[in-house]
């Protein structure tokens, strides 16, 4: 019986690199998205992808997403908890409140609902455990200029995983995260080709493929639930990330 993983945001960029390479290695993959199409051609290529349309944010939407996982698959081993959105960029003065709320909404109450869900079906099925990765940043250790809203929820997203490490212990369910730096996706495209530094000048950054990501995931989705890597940072060797500002 092949292992289960839940990605969110699995239609587009890092999730579906992610999706698609578990697919590829034999995994059976609940892909969730807020877009149904991109979902819908997966799961026709894929005879173990499970197409579940979602709004992270939305509660009861989740819960009966993680349900479907639940009563299709039977079980599941591994959330890459990947959904997220950068936000505005400004100083805090220009940003609204309902920005501010909005990126929190994806990055931080949407990764709670989704790891709230996962955690339970994790201790409760037979036999219990799985691990949780949530897709970090390394905004979570740095951040860039006018990225007010994108890196507080970074740095909650720290947060999280460390206590849903340290509530898990006992239950068999381990908690990770992956700090990803310039992966090149829809979402990044901007950076290629000239990004804001901290002195104020604009310059073009070094990117990775999001291929490199997904193999980052499969490393840590594959450990023994006897090891754990709290924390991990893939990243475009070139970038401006060691020795930034």
């Known amino acids: 019986m092949s292992k289960v993983i839940a990605v969110t945001g699995a239609s587009a960029g890092i999730g579906r690199a992610v999706a698609e390479l578990f697919l590829d290695r034999g995994w059976t993959v609940a892909a969730l998205a807020r877009r149904a199409d991109p979902l819908e051609d997966l799961a026709r290529a894929h005879e173990r992808a499970i197409a579940l349309p979602c709004d992270v944010t939305d509660e009861a939407a989740v819960d009966a997403a993680f349900g479907q996982i639940a009563d299709r698959a039977g079980r599941l081993d591994v959330l890459f908890n990947n959904a997220g959105a950068f936000g505005p960029s400004g100083p805090i003065d220009e940003i609204s409140l309902d920005d501010w709320r909005a990126v929190l909404d994806v990055n931080l109450t949407g990764m709670f609902l989704c790891a709230r869900a996962a955690f339970a ?125």
């Open 121 to 245: 079906q994790m201790r409760r099925q037979d036999p219990a455990g799985g691990r949780i990765i949530n897709n970090g940043s390394i905004s979570a250790h740095v951040p860039r200029p006018g990225s007010v809203c994108y890196t507080t929820t970074k740095h909650g997203v720290s947060g999280l995983t460390k206590t849903l490490n340290l509530d898990g212990r006992e239950l068999g369910i381990c908690a990770g995260q992956l700090d990803i730096g310039n992966a090149a996706t829809e979402m990044t495209k901007g950076i290629a080709q000239g990004a804001r530094q901290a002195d104020g000048s604009i310059k073009a950054e070094a990117v990775m493929d999001a291929g490199d990501v997904a193999e980052a995931v499969w490393y840590m989705a594959n450990l023994p639930l006897e090891a754990n890597v709290p924390s991990l940072t893939v990243m475009a060797n070139k970038m401006p990330f060691i020795g930034r500002g």
